[in-house]
């Protein structure tokens, strides 16, 4: 939101309160409070009336802030509130002079200039941001002059900003499908049902990243405003309306520890179960299918040797008009029970569409109204529209009983055999003359709606099939969400640049604290042409999820072209092949809060090539994928410094300094490349995602340099760690360790052996490969 006129002028009517000193501060172990008058007192006629803000100042954790900052303590405050898991008890220390006020937490200190308001947020002596006079501000925007007038109504705001430096540059605010690097962009956190094509955005989270390794989280669930040098170009203004702002802000000091400390305090993403990283196959949306119609296409994928892993039915598994109200419709699945076990006995994993909506056709709709389930409107009827579904009812999911009604409903469906549920919608959440159960302020339930949406129906996976096996396909999300994974990317078009537009997407995203995300392969609306198909086919199973899902048209690859069959079978066999190593990153962002993929400057903060790309990415810690986006089979990527293999035919590729490369790619090939120092685990299986992981791996050891060691670790499909392994170089010596529970490969990628000790070894073209078995020791000769 912008309030200036210019850097010296407010707009026409806007009025500007910010402290102008610390006149009061009260010091406790945790806590710090500063009354802040907005004018300079210098005599105690100043303090009879005028505005003034109160500042609390306190740390969930080291080197975290937390800073609130009031007008009328006793405003009424019914916004609900993210669930953050960290209470603020880290112990400060505190230093006050007549000038300055010192707040140190960990290795950070905050540093409040108290004659002359200014906050500075140091890392060491480096600062890392800075909040000037002036940026911490009550604003209103139609003021009469008297500090009493209208108290803080609708129009009062109140923005805090942080200064940006030279070459700084600002990642996340969700999934946003805009320019990567937020500067120059003003951003609305606001959930809409807009595409991704547009500004808005499905998933909006109130939290950013800078380059200078620091991040901003707003605690904010209703719309947040921001300026991300977009107003002044050398700040990010935050402002939400009312008097009430709160907001943390965490030195990392790496990116990657920045979302370590963000994800502690909202919530590591959920494990999801190994099958889940298999191929899944939709319905469709409005397409006409039966029975006959869905083991046709299961039958198809597995007569064609592409492993599908699990079944997604679409919307009208329901009745037209009467979604939703989960009964299959008997027109066209006569035996429900029938089918699904059908589907169950090949190995399929099943998927059913749902959204939070109960159309007036729907057998629940008349008890959702005699039982008060639904949202209302303020003279007690149901609040109804007729977007979407005619006459349709919004499920208050603010009433315990509403939970449990509609989790009575998943339950059954999950006991016939259903195995988790893709959660659509949640964006489209009325404000205007709203009643919640429990009272919830309807601002911020907009954007916080689709968190107990999501949860509501997670808990109840996790209550019938176990907390490990729960699993959601998303659309909406806000703070905290990526507790419930997984997430897509939405409705997106079905051609190059809705491609690109979802990576994009998704790289944003992953930047805010999500860990897992997917996207429709061979994209949404309208139907692709073969050849992006078989491009986002490649990009789709390099993505820690894969579904294959259109709106009017099937994604059989078959009804594309026959090599299009070839694509889907072989990336979805690489990627089973890959998860040993996809399911130890997956236990690592579990633990971290890092996602599995990565955009480039997260894993390579130093190399300024890496600030802008969003058309490449690492998928885990070690393999950079650069999916192809144009129909002249020509890839471009960066690579930086170091030596990289290409996993698919080991060719190596020296980058001294950085390096982009451009070269031709077949359907059956894309930029897939190892980063020097690496050790790859790979799986004996290539049929399924969920297998032994351990039981007789390939462990690859990619461009191991003089004086380096390599480590890795397989997890069991528990995500428990069940083999260690690591390799170190010293000249022409290389000794491998391996602490494992049966046997196992070792390959030496591009290496030859003159000698190995502890094991028979060979040389062949891929390079030195032997075997063991257990717990072992190999010193390895260089030839």
């Known amino acids: 939101m912008k309030f200036s006129n210019g850097h010296w002028l407010s707009k026409e009517g806007v009025s500007v309160f910010s402290p102008k000193e610390a006149y009061f501060t009260e010091v406790g172990d945790t806590l710090v409070t500063i009354c802040a008058p907005t004018a300079h007192i210098s005599h105690k006629g100043d303090t009879l009336g005028g505005i003034n803000l109160r500042i609390q100042i306190s740390s969930p954790a080291p080197d975290i802030f937390h800073i609130r900052a009031y007008h009328h303590r006793g405003a009424l405050r019914t ?32 540093e409040l200039n108290k004659k002359q308001w200014s906050i500075r947020y140091l890392r060491g002596e480096e600062e890392i941001t800075s909040s000037k006079g002036g940026d911490l501000a009550l604003v209103k925007t139609a003021w009469t002059g008297l500090a009493y007038d209208k108290g803080d109504g609708k129009d009062t705001y109140i923005r805090d900003e942080v200064n940006l ?16 690097v937020k500067n120059g962009q003003s951003v609305t956190i606001r959930h809409e049902d807009g595409g991704t094509s547009t500004e808005q955005a499905y998933k909006n989270i109130p939290f950013f990243i800078s380059s200078k390794g620091y991040g901003v989280f707003v605690n904010h669930p209703e719309t947040v405003s921001l300026e991300v040098a977009s107003e002044l170009v050398t700040k990010v203004s935050f ?47 409005t397409t006409d299918y039966d029975e006959k119609t869905v083991m046709h296409f299961i039958d198809g994928m597995l007569e064609r040797g592409i492993p599908l892993r699990t079944f997604h039915f679409d919307c009208c598994w329901m009745k037209e008009f009467h979604w939703t109200d989960f009964v299959w419709d008997s027109r066209i699945f006569p035996d429900p029970e029938g089918m699904l076990r059908r589907i169950k006995e090949k190995g399929i994993n099943i998927c059913c569409w749902i959204n939070p909506y109960i159309a007036e056709e729907s057998v629940l709709f008349d008890e959702g109204c005699e039982k008060g389930y639904f949202v209302k409107r303020s003279d007690g009827s149901v609040w109804q529209w007729d ?43 009325p404000v205007e003359d709203i009643v919640y ?10 954007n916080y709606y689709t968190y107990l949406y999501n949860q509501c129906v997670y808990d109840v996976i996790a209550e019938e099939k176990g907390a490990d096996q729960a699993v959601l396909f998303a659309r909406s999300a806000t703070v905290g969400g990526q507790k419930f994974p997984v997430h897509w990317g939405g409705d997106c078009f079905s051609d190059y640049v809705s491609m690109e537009e979802s990576l994009r997407g998704g790289l944003s995203f992953q930047m805010s604290g999500f860990g897992f995300w997917a996207h429709d392969i061979g994209g949404f609306e309208a139907t692709s042409t073969a050849d992006v198909y078989k491009r986002w086919v490649a990009f789709g199973l390099l993505s820690s999820h894969s579904r294959l899902h259109g709106s009017s048209s099937y994604r059989v690859p078959w009804l594309y072209d026959e090599e299009a069959v070839d694509v889907v079978r072989f990336f979805t066999r690489l990627k089973a092949s890959l998860m040993p190593y996809l399911y130890a990153n997956a236990v690592t962002t579990h633990e971290t809060g890092l996602p599995m993929m990565r955009s480039m400057i997260l894993e390579y903060e130093k190399d300024l090539n890496c600030k802008y790309l969003d058309k490449q990415y690492m998928l885990g810690d070690r393999l950079l994928v650069a999916p192809i986006f144009n129909d002249r089979s020509k890839a471009q990527f960066y690579l930086p410094a170091g030596v990289w293999t290409d996993f698919l035919t080991g ?30 685990a ?11 992981y351990a039981q007789d791996p390939t462990l690859q050891i990619f461009g191991l340099q003089d004086g380096a060691t390599a480590q890795t670790f397989v997890t069991d499909m528990s995500g428990r760690k069940v083999m260690n392994i690591s390799a170190t170089r010293k000249g022409q010596t290389i000794n491998v360790s391996v602490q494992a529970p049966a046997s196992y490969s070792v390959v030496l990628v591009n290496k030859k052996a003159a000698a190995v000790t502890g094991a028979s070894f060979e040389n062949t073209d891929k390079g030195c490969s032997f075997n063991g078995s257990g717990n072992q020791e190999f010193e390895i000769t260089l030839a």
Not at 437 to 446: A, L, Q, V, W
Not at 682 to 692: A, L, M, Q, S, V
Request: proline share 5%; hydrophobic share 35%; glycine share 8%.
């Open 239 to 285: 402002t939400v309306k009312g008097g009430y702002l709160d907001y943390y802000v965490m030195n990392g000091p790496s990116m990657k520890e920045v979302l370590e400390k963000y994800t502690s305090l909202t919530g590591k993403p959920a494990l999801p179960a190994a099958w889940t990283f298999g191929l899944w196959l939709s319905t469709s949306f």
């Open 387 to 429: 977007m979407w579904q005619p006459g349709m009812a919004l499920v208050d999911f603010t009433n315990p009983d509403a939970c449990k009604w509609f989790q009575s409903f998943l339950r059954k469906l999950l006991q016939m055999g259903v195995d988790c549920f893709k959660t659509d919608f949640g964006e489209r959440i």
């Open 437 to 446: 159960f429990d009272h919830s302020d309807p601002e911020g339930m907009h």
């Open 79 to 110: 916004m609900p509130r993210f669930d953050l898991l960290q209470q603020d008890n880290e112990k400060l220390f505190v230093r006050e002079t007549d000038e300055f006020l010192y707040i140190t937490s960990g290795s950070t200190t905050l």
């Open 682 to 692: 790979t799986g004996k299986c290539d049929d399924r995602p969920d297998y032994d």
């Open 165 to 180: 430096d030279v070459n700084e540059t600002i990642y996340g605010l969700g999934e946003r499908f805009t320019a990567f």
């Open 651 to 680: 060719e190596e590729v020296i980058s001294a300094d950085g390096k982009w490369v451009e070269e031709t790619c077949g359907y059956l090939d894309i930029p897939l490349m190892v980063r020097e120092n690496s050790i790859i």
